[in-house]
């Protein structure tokens, strides 16, 4: 089964709107998570590194007071893009690394992607 | 140049085939190369993971880097319709046990199989 759980799967929205993703390690606890953006037949983009405890360091180009990342606990790290346009329709996917001592098929070190959020703003 | 290049494809084959996937890359600096397959709508899913040159085989699949070219492949022997997939190959300088890591991914590589 899946070892990072992202929710929702997918979010429709009226443009103006925030929306709230999900992103929670269930098998391990992950220090460092990573949002990426998938836009069609494009590559992943990472957004964002987000640590437990600390603020989350954004790649160039991406507005951190948009797209904020909180991740406040050791499983659970939420990307929160605020007043949504239609061009921040994505597909929007988180990854987190496994953490000391992990449960199930976990290893340590080893990076899991979630199932993918995907986000329509009309 | 973008610093990681991949053929969209999209590329068919018939069941049985052996299928080849390839990377171009621009960074030296580039270590830890890595395959992700990604069905529709999902998110990616670690096939092989490759540190430095030379080749890795698992099972079916079977990843190639050449540092030298800059040139990674995979290739899938007796390809069977459930690879049918989006292929990513991803690289990054390092990667640190607790540490950030950066992947830069490619655009990824549709492949049908067809029975």
């Known amino acids: 089964g899946a070892v990072v759980s992202q929710h929702p799967s997918r979010v429709i929205c009226k443009s103006g709107t925030s929306v709230k993703i999900e992103c929670r390690s269930l098998d391990f606890q992950a220090t460092t998570m990573f949002w990426y953006r998938q836009f069609p037949k494009q590559s992943l983009m990472l957004m964002a590194t987000s640590n437990e405890g600390s603020k989350a360091t954004y790649e160039q180009g991406v507005e951190k007071d948009k797209f904020l990342i909180n991740h406040a606990s050791l499983t659970l790290s939420t990307l929160t893009v605020t007043s949504a346009h239609p061009e921040d329709s994505s597909f929007y996917i988180c990854s987190a690394r496994a953490g000391g001592n992990p449960r199930g098929r976990a290893r340590t070190g080893e990076l899991f992607f979630g199932e993918g959020s995907r986000l329509t703003v009309l | 140049q973008k610093e990681v290049e991949q053929d969209p494809g999209p590329l068919s084959v018939p069941e049985g085939a052996i299928v080849s996937l390839n990377c171009t890359y621009s960074?030296?600096?580039?270590?830890?190369f890595m395959w992700y397959r990604q069905y529709s709508r999902k998110g990616p899913e670690l096939l092989m993971y490759t540190y430095s040159s030379g080749n890795k085989e698992d099972g079916r699949f079977t990843a190639q880097v050449d540092k030298s070219s800059k040139y990674i492949s995979l290739f899938i022997r007796d390809s069977q319709p459930s690879d049918s997939a989006t292929y990513l190959c991803?690289?990054?300088?390092?990667?640190?046990?607790?540490?950030?890591?950066?992947?830069?991914f490619g655009k990824g590589t549709k492949l049908t199989v067809n029975p």
């Open positions: 960074n030296s600096a580039f270590q830890y």
């Open positions: 991803a690289m990054s300088e390092f990667i640190t046990q607790g540490g950030s890591e950066k992947l830069v």
